[in-house]
């Protein structure tokens, strides 16, 4: 495997050209009243707007990320973006963390010091892990493809590339979002490379075994199917434009920043567990570094467009297919989670934990309880000695 180390570095025509669109935003208008309820609300983008331009520091963000070892690797004739950052402990175990969409590798800014150096924030040095964190091919510092087939499969199979070129048989996965779908084909593909799997969300296409033969559905996993299409036709119609047509909206929001802007921070706050209040959620900074990203290497469109690649060839479950490795699920309050009697039709669930709080971005809203939970479900798997 070919890679090389790669650094943050945002030129200065970037920057200018950034400050040149903000200022020149055309802005549309809104009912009064209305705020969120419409989408993204007009009063807070101009506040955020006016945040990008006069209070928010690229460079510093630039410099506090690329204080992180990071690398390229070519995968599939992709060059992908990772984190890897070795652990401080007797024996780190290898684990790859798998973002998803609106974010980028860089999700897991919090939680990465907190896995690989568990005994400098009150925890066991034995618990430390080495740390993988790529970002999806079309997302953030990595590449976009230049041809279609880039959906979680594929990404699963370029996964288990990059470990192997890192030097890793065996490795545990940590997910949520797109990365949950990842590391789903992860452990149906590649058992033998998977010592166990942990999730803080179950992908809404995850179809297990139904139907003939099988157990009939409870009356938790009914409730959860109705209040997952309640949730889908409420707040579903981004999945179903950037699952069809990715491409159109990618026109608008590659060109305006404050459109993708509007775009990303709607999910942002809608997603998370900050009763409508954003802010209480996330920084400022950390809303518009997430934002930065996107806009300056323009992989909106091809974060898009994973949408369509994963409807083309989505993770659905036959009769009497099982994935054998180790499941553990850390499900957020405040997000769409099904039952775990739903996911253990297809999956071998081993620990279950409903967290005291977090959305969707769990992995940015509570980095240290779900630290805490990612070492609990890793330990007894330690003793299979993954690498």
């Given at each position: 495997m070919h890679m090389k180390p790669f650094t943050i570095s945002v030129s200065d025509e970037q920057l200018d050209d950034l400050d040149r669109r903000l200022r020149h935003t055309r802005w549309p208008d809104s009912l009064p009243d209305m705020e969120w309820t419409d989408g993204a609300d007009l009063t807070f983008l101009r506040r955020l707007t006016q945040y990008w331009l006069t209070g928010f520091d690229w460079r510093a963000q630039e410099a506090r990320l690329n204080a992180f070892p990071q690398f390229v690797a070519d995968l599939d004739g992709v060059g992908i973006h990772f984190i890897h950052h070795r652990g401080t402990g007797p024996d780190p175990y290898p684990l790859v963390i798998t973002h998803g969409w609106p974010g980028t590798g860089f999700d897991m800014e919090q939680l990465i010091p907190l896995l690989t150096d568990p005994a400098s924030h009150g925890g066991d040095p034995a618990d430390a892990f080495d740390v993988v964190v790529p970002s999806l091919p079309g997302y953030g510092f990595s590449e976009r493809p230049t041809r279609p087939g880039f959906g979680p499969e594929r990404v699963s199979q370029m996964w288990t590339q990059l470990m192997t070129g890192l030097g890793y048989d065996r490795f545990g996965t940590q997910s949520s979002d797109w990365g949950a779908a990842v590391s789903m084909w992860l452990a149906s593909r590649f058992p033998e490379r998977v010592s166990g799997l942990h999730v803080n969300f179950i992908p809404g296409f995850y179809r297990p075994p139904l139907g003939e033969g099988q157990p009939s559905l409870t009356a938790e996993e009914?409730?959860?199917?109705?209040?997952?299409?309640?949730?889908?036709?409420?707040?579903?119609?981004?999945?179903?434009?950037?699952?069809?047509?990715?491409?159109?909206?990618?026109?608008?929001?590659?060109?305006?920043?404050?459109?993708?802007?509007?775009?990303?921070?709607?999910?942002?706050?809608?997603?998370?567990?900050?009763?409508?209040d954003v802010e209480r959620a996330f920084t400022m900074d950390a809303i518009l570094t997430n934002i930065s990203i996107y806009w300056f290497t323009g992989t909106i469109g091809s974060s898009m467009r994973f949408y369509r690649e994963n409807s083309l060839r989505p993770n659905h479950f036959e009769a009497g297919e099982r994935v054998l490795p180790p499941m553990g699920v850390a499900s957020f309050p405040a997000d769409t989670m099904p039952p775990r009697s739903w996911v253990e039709r297809a999956f071998h669930v081993t620990r279950w934990t409903t967290m005291p709080r977090g959305g969707h971005l769990g992995v940015m809203e509570a980095p240290g309880p779900l630290a805490e939970e990612i070492r609990t479900f890793f330990r007894p798997l330690r003793q299979q000695n993954p690498s």
């Open positions: 009914k409730a959860f199917r109705e209040r997952a299409a309640a949730w889908f036709d409420a707040e579903g119609a981004y999945h179903r434009l950037q699952s069809t047509k990715p491409q159109t909206p990618a026109y608008g929001l590659t060109d305006s920043p404050v459109g993708l802007a509007a775009w990303i921070v709607e999910k942002m706050r809608n997603w998370s567990d900050c009763a409508g």
